[in-house]
């Protein structure tokens, strides 16, 4: 069986590598990309099994890079963990709002970014395009 892919979209270099390593112990193939427009391109060619999401990015920010995912049909049943510095209750809210499947505060523990990458990957639902 292949290993399952996690797009990381982050533009600070040593969270991305911690991240990557992290998951990559956990054998998964960790793809990165580091601003909004490449993270959007990377998961509608790759069709990731999951994706870390930071908000602040170059370019297009997170938020436009998640409202785009969820409006296209290819991509909108990625599950998404959206990962920011910006901690706090308006900013949680806006992340389920936006429909993030998880949220992780910065900085936070690699138990937590494990375990919450390990259930968006057990509630993985297949890519599928709804029929109309």
Do not use: Y
């Amino acid at each position: 069986m292949l290993p399952k892919t996690v797009l990381v979209v982050e533009d600070s270099d040593p969270t991305r590598r911690l991240i990557e390593l992290c998951l990559s112990m956990d054998g998964l193939n960790v793809v990165h990309r580091v601003d909004g427009e490449s993270g959007l391109e990377a998961a509608k060619t790759l069709i990731p099994d999951a994706i870390v999401l930071d908000i602040a990015l170059p370019g297009i920010d997170g938020w436009e890079v998640l409202a785009r995912l969820r409006s296209d049909p290819d991509t909108r049943a990625i599950p998404v963990l959206v990962a920011t510095a910006h901690d706090n209750a308006a900013v949680r809210t806006q992340a389920e709002t936006a429909a993030a499947n998880a949220f992780l505060g910065k900085p936070f523990e690699l138990t937590h970014l494990r375990a919450a990458i390990a259930k968006l990957l057990g509630q993985q639902q297949p890519h599928e395009t709804p029929l109309a």
